[in-house]
């Protein structure tokens, strides 16, 4: 992290950049929190270990045109949605300096919490750089696990350890997948339609609305949200009742489909815990099925087959039918 | 606020028998912005069209709501009449209460709710309507046909008659399509290429008719009236303008002599040289080379043709080339082929080469076919004496082997063949398995019954189950009779089927360039079944021939003459009115991603950095811009739009909702 940390200094001092996009200590040894940094002295606070979970491309529409360039901290797999909000024009590629960091996989404190550990003060070995165990230094004494054990659900179905876009790559980075991208997929698929719904009845119940999951979303990305549009009749409606707060999430899924990277942000964010990357990764399932492997943001310049058309793409009445039981 | 008038229609008692539009009159009276409801015998007749527009003016209406039939019927209809009145068109909506509601259902009181919940969706539209106005484009006054068989033919040179000019592509080396392969023709028995060799002669003279042979159409944009089409001249090896159709070239090539080159245009029967024209007549007659048998291109020696050619026309070099062109109008005829047989292993056609189709037949039988036009069998060269044909292979199919649909032609040219084998070799059996004998037409059941009283062709109702080849090179045929309630084993020489006829293969990719519609069996699908039979629903697309639907060659001059006339109408016009549904950018939530400009099938939108001022705002942004003259309002913008910036005008997003809550109230 020294290393990063040097660079990002420089990159500053020398005026290369005029300012860093990263992440800053939060209240907890857990909790990291995105940042921009302007001056070396701000950037005293900049870090990275195992818990900056936190795609920063969509913090890139928001300086595209500032004046100077922008330095952004990109994990391998931010750089998947970078690459989709170059191919709508919503980032400035010249006007961005991407550094690559390396990425052993981000952690998922709620998996400490499921293993009873409590009262943390400090946390060892989530460091970048580090292998072997992390130390929970709690207030009932130390406690360790292993890090794969801790790993967002998102890392284990990882992408891969390359960077899309980058001008610079700082650190190692490694593959964590070990599962299946769509095994979770497949099992919703497998149940009855009855069962479907009330498997997503279940889970969306819990959405308090919080927009954490729009927020994040580096593909929500919209000037204004049609959710809270004044033109469509449609703003608070998701507030209204439970009916309308599930089309909120499946029109939401509607709109990403095809440009959703599947970074996994909208869950890891979700306060109440719910799977909502689970519909766009049965979008993402559905298209490679449709029109051959599509894996959106890895080539800015290629069509996304929901918006291209071609005469080997399937007819409507090949798909219909599919999923039904 | 809006002051509506609503109008149903009993449609005599096409909707009244099954609605009870009083009650839909007196229920649709308080709905927000309305202010007159009135009902009427027939709204589109002279007095209803009367009455719209005196209550147009007696209650000052500013927008209308008919309940009648569907708005293709109709609806221009009473935008005129409102127009005529004073009333913007585009203040009209219809709500389809005879085809959507009345006439699919038969209880009178769920019928009647649900006219009122329609009329009610159409008044929440009408509500938000705006006035637009229309547009004007200009006409480009050339058509294209696509397909250069008779259907093609004819529509090009009715065109061409009228004196505007028509390009035919197609993509086979000479025009003159399945009919120029066919020997004679029913019910007349006059021989096909002489009748078809002076049309394509006349096609070839004309000077309005420019042919691209060995093309294909590649790409289409535009719309009706401004098409832009590019089309692929493929590398025919040849220089059309040098050649002299001397036909040294085919005579001399090597492969010829080889037999080993399968004939396309004798369906594989006779074989070919590998430059060559399909056949002697060939319009233009001028050869191609088929470089993937060809020597000189697949080792690139010997170069035959090139040293004889005596006008030094053989370009071995000759690339594709893509001509782009503009046309008014066009129209597809595209034509047909005949069924693969290989899921109908029980008639052994794979197996067995006397098992042959009625295409192959009629190649068989034509003095420049294969055999010199005598009828031989494949297998040893000999004459049948014994001749089994069997009727609907793969027409009228139940199960997913073949086609629903009756091709219309088999029972006719079987007639037809039965007919010309009796004549020529009387001592011949002939027998015909049918499911019915169906000869509806001019002279046609006359010639069908010539077969059976005159010529004592043997027809049996039933089908046949099996075709066996036997040891010593006759085959059994294993059938029933329905009539006689009896299974029959038959010997035979030679089995003809009757091979199911279906659209082109390139029908569907066509008709996807094209953005027309297809039915499920590949046929181009008419904007109406009955009153606009030529037209497809998509504007300034025309339907001439087999593309169409199974139907004989006098059938399909007359309607390859209709889809004339309907271009001619068309390039007539000077100019055109557009559609002013076209979709808007609101800039302000606009966030330029180029989503709408991929999904745009014309072309119509392009991206300006633009200076957006408003609340809070104050900066230049790269903002989606449609050009109206190309937006067709086709709606693909609007859906893919992820910030909902796009917006259809007289379609648009809040009119949409609006109609959906208003039946889900």
């Known amino acids: 992290m020294q290393e990063l940390k040097n660079r990002l200094i420089q990159l500053i001092s020398d005026g290369t950049v005029a300012r860093v996009i990263g992440w800053k200590k939060g209240d907890m040894p857990y909790n990291p929190e995105p940042a921009c940094f302007s001056t070396v002295e701000e950037l005293e606070d900049f870090v990275y270990d195992g818990f900056c979970g936190a795609n920063l491309s969509k913090m890139m529409i928001e300086v595209a045109n500032l004046e100077g360039k922008t330095a952004v901290c990109l994990k391998p797999c931010d750089t998947y949605s970078f690459n989709q909000l170059i191919r709508e024009h919503r980032v400035n590629r010249e006007n961005a300096y991407i550094i690559g960091v390396g990425c052993r996989g981000k952690l998922d404190i709620e998996k400490a919490?499921?293993?009873?550990?409590?009262?943390?003060?400090?946390?060892?070995?989530?460091?970048?750089?580090?292998?072997?165990?992390?130390?929970?230094?709690?207030?009932?004494?130390?406690?360790?696990?292993?890090?794969?054990?801790?790993?967002?659900?998102?890392?284990?179905?990882?992408?891969?350890?390359?960077?899309?876009?980058?001008?610079?790559?700082?650190?190692?980075?490694?593959?964590?997948?070990?599962?299946?991208?769509?095994?979770?997929?497949?099992?919703?698929?497998?149940?009855?339609?009855?069962?479907?719904?009330?498997?997503?009845?279940?889970?969306?119940?819990?959405?308090?609305?919080?927009?954490?999951?729009?927020?994040?979303?580096?593909?929500?990305?919209?000037?204004?949200?049609?959710?809270?549009?004044?033109?469509?009749?449609?703003?608070?409606?998701?507030?209204?009742?439970?009916?309308?707060?599930?089309?909120?999430?499946?029109?939401?899924?509607?709109?990403?489909?095809?440009?959703?990277?599947?970074?996994?942000?909208?869950?890891?964010?979700?306060?109440?815990?719910?799977?909502?990357?689970?519909?766009?990764?049965?979008?993402?399932?559905?298209?490679?099925?449709?029109?051959?492997?599509?894996?959106?943001?890895?080539?800015?310049?290629?069509?996304?087959?929901?918006?291209?058309?071609?005469?080997?793409?399937?007819?409507?009445?090949?798909?219909?039918?599919?999923?039904?039981? | 606020m809006q002051r509506i008038g609503v109008f149903v229609c009993h449609c005599g008692s096409n909707i009244a028998a099954t609605v009870d539009v009083k009650k839909v009159v007196e229920l649709v009276r308080y709905e927000q912005g309305v202010v007159y409801a009135d009902d009427y015998m027939y709204m589109c007749s002279e007095a209803g069209q009367q009455k719209v527009m005196e209550a147009i003016k007696e209650h000052n209406l500013t927008g209308l709501v008919i309940c009648s039939c569907s708005p293709r019927m109709h609806e221009a209809t009473f935008r005129a009449c409102a127009a005529k009145a004073g009333l913007n068109p585009f203040m009209v909506e219809i709500a389809n209460i005879r085809e959507h509601c009345s006439w699919i259902h038969k209880d009178m009181e769920e019928a009647t709710k649900k006219a009122v919940i329609l009329a009610r969706a159409a008044?929440?539209?009408?509500?938000?309507?705006?006035?637009?106005?229309?547009?004007?484009?200009?006409?480009?006054?050339?058509?294209?046909?696509?397909?250069?068989?008779i259907a093609g033919i004819q529509t090009a040179l009715d065109i061409a008659n009228a004196g505007y000019p028509?390009?035919?592509?197609?993509?086979?080396?000479?025009?003159?399509?399945?009919?120029?392969?066919?020997?004679?023709?029913?019910?007349?028995?006059?021989?096909?290429?002489?009748?078809?060799?002076?049309?394509?002669?006349?096609?070839?003279?004309?000077?309005?008719?420019?042919?691209?042979?060995?093309?294909?159409?590649?790409?289409?944009?535009?719309?009706?009236?401004?098409?832009?089409?590019?089309i692929r001249k493929k590398a025919r090896s040849v220089n059309e303008d040098k050649c002299t159709g001397c036909g040294v070239c085919q005579t001399k090539c090597p492969l010829g002599k080889t037999g080993k080159i399968p004939s396309e245009f004798n369906r594989g029967l006779g074989t070919r040289s590998a430059i060559y024209t399909p056949f002697a007549q060939a319009v233009p007659n001028v050869p191609v080379i088929d470089r993937e048998n060809c020597t000189y291109f697949k080792t690139g020696k010997c170069g035959v043709c090139a040293k004889l050619c005596p006008s030094g026309c053989i370009d071995y070099e000759q690339q594709d080339q893509i001509v782009t062109e503009k046309y008014g109008a066009i129209v597809v005829a595209t034509g047909f082929d005949i069924i693969n047989l290989d899921k109908y292993d029980e008639y052994a056609y794979n197996t067995c080469p006397?098992?042959?189709?009625?295409?192959?037949?009629?190649?068989?039988?034509?003095?420049?076919?294969?055999?010199?036009?005598?009828?031989?069998?494949?297998?040893?060269?000999?004459?049948?004496?014994?001749?089994?044909?069997?009727?609907?292979?793969?027409?009228?199919?139940?199960?997913?082997?073949?086609?629903?649909?009756?091709?219309?032609?088999?029972?006719?040219?079987?007639?037809?063949?039965?007919?010309?084998?009796?004549?020529?070799?009387?001592?011949?059996?002939?027998?015909?398995?049918?499911?019915?004998?169906?000869?509806?037409?001019?002279?046609?059941?006359?010639?069908?019954?010539?077969?059976?009283?005159?010529?004592?062709?043997?027809?049996?109702?039933?089908q046949?189950?099996?075709?066996?080849?036997?040891?010593?090179?006759?085959?059994?045929?294993?059938?029933?009779?329905?009539?006689?309630?009896?299974?029959?084993?038959?010997?035979?020489?030679?089995?003809?089927?009757?091979?199911?006829?279906?659209?082109?293969?390139?029908?569907r990719k066509i008709a996807s360039m094209l953005t027309a519609s297809i039915d499920n069996n590949d046929f181009l699908t008419e904007a109406h079944a009955k009153l606009r039979p030529v037209e497809s629903p998509t504007a300034g697309i025309f339907l001439s021939g087999m593309s169409q639907g199974p139907k004989d060659i006098p059938e399909t001059v007359s309607q390859a003459g209709a889809a004339a006339v309907k271009v001619i109408g068309l390039l007539a016009k000077d100019k055109l009115k557009t559609n002013p549904c076209t979709a808007?950018?609101?800039?302000?939530?606009?966030?330029?991603?180029?989503?709408?400009?991929?999904?745009?099938?014309?072309?119509?939108?392009?991206?300006?950095?633009?200076?957006?001022?408003?609340?809070?705002?104050?900066?230049?942004?790269?903002?989606?811009?449609?050009?109206?003259?190309?937006?067709?309002?086709?709606?693909?913008?609007?859906?893919?739009?992820?910030?909902?910036?796009?917006?259809?005008?007289?379609?648009?997003?809040?009119?949409?909702?609006?109609?959906?809550?208003?039946?889900?109230?």
């Open chain 1, 113 to 325: 919490r499921k293993a009873g550990i409590k009262g943390i003060e400090a946390i060892e070995g989530v460091g970048i750089e580090g292998e072997g165990d992390v130390t929970f230094k709690t207030i009932y004494g130390d406690k360790a696990m292993a890090y794969s054990e801790l790993l967002l659900d998102r890392c284990h179905v990882c992408k891969g350890k390359d960077h899309m876009v980058y001008d610079e790559v700082i650190g190692e980075s490694k593959d964590t997948a070990d599962s299946d991208r769509f095994d979770d997929v497949k099992k919703i698929e497998a149940m009855s339609s009855a069962e479907k719904f009330a498997y997503f009845q279940n889970e969306l119940s819990k959405c308090i609305r919080c927009n954490a999951c729009r927020n994040v979303c580096p593909a929500c990305s919209c000037r204004k949200c049609v959710f809270d549009n004044t033109k469509f009749d449609s703003q608070q409606r998701a507030n209204v009742d439970s009916f309308e707060e599930k089309m909120f999430h499946i029109i939401r899924a509607f709109h990403v489909a095809g440009r959703c990277t599947d970074c996994g942000e909208c869950s890891r964010v979700c306060p109440q815990g719910i799977p909502l990357h689970l519909f766009n990764r049965k979008f993402i399932k559905d298209i490679d099925d449709f029109y051959g492997e599509f894996q959106a943001g890895k080539d800015p310049e290629a069509q996304s087959p929901l918006t291209d058309f071609t005469f080997e793409d399937l007819e409507p009445k090949q798909a219909v039918g599919r999923g039904e039981n």
């Open chain 2, 123 to 149: 008044i929440a539209k009408v509500n938000l309507n705006t006035p637009l106005q229309e547009g004007e484009s200009p006409v480009v006054k050339r058509a294209l046909v696509i397909g250069g068989g």
């Open chain 2, 166 to 230: 028509v390009d035919i592509v197609e993509k086979e080396p000479s025009i003159g399509g399945r009919m120029s392969q066919l020997d004679k023709t029913f019910p007349t028995l006059d021989c096909s290429s002489c009748i078809l060799t002076p049309k394509m002669v006349e096609v070839a003279q004309h000077p309005n008719i420019k042919i691209y042979s060995y093309s294909e159409v590649e790409k289409v944009g535009g719309f009706v009236g401004n098409f832009e089409v590019d």
């Open chain 2, 354 to 462: 006397d098992v042959i189709t009625s295409l192959e037949l009629e190649r068989l039988m034509n003095a420049a076919g294969p055999t010199g036009g005598h009828l031989l069998r494949m297998s040893d060269g000999k004459a049948p004496k014994d001749i089994v044909f069997i009727q609907c292979v793969g027409s009228r199919c139940a199960d997913d082997r073949g086609k629903p649909y009756c091709s219309k032609v088999c029972c006719m040219y079987t007639a037809k063949h039965a007919m010309l084998i009796k004549d020529h070799w009387p001592e011949m059996n002939v027998t015909v398995f049918y499911i019915d004998v169906r000869t509806p037409g001019k002279n046609f059941d006359e010639f069908y019954r010539r077969a059976v009283e005159q010529y004592h062709v043997n027809y049996i109702k039933g």
């Open chain 2, 464 to 507: 046949v189950g099996k075709v066996m080849p036997q040891a010593d090179g006759s085959l059994i045929v294993q059938g029933s009779d329905l009539l006689d309630g009896k299974q029959i084993k038959m010997k035979a020489d030679m089995v003809v089927l009757a091979a199911a006829v279906e659209p082109n293969k390139d029908a």
């Open chain 2, 584 to 665: 808007k950018c609101d800039m302000f939530q606009c966030n330029g991603c180029s989503t709408c400009a991929n999904v745009c099938p014309y072309g119509a939108i392009s991206y300006e950095d633009t200076l957006v001022r408003g609340p809070g705002v104050n900066e230049t942004r790269r903002i989606a811009k449609v050009n109206t003259a190309l937006c067709q309002g086709c709606g693909a913008c609007t859906s893919a739009c992820p910030s909902g910036a796009m917006d259809l005008q007289g379609f648009s997003n809040l009119q949409i909702i609006s109609e959906v809550d208003a039946i889900c109230r």
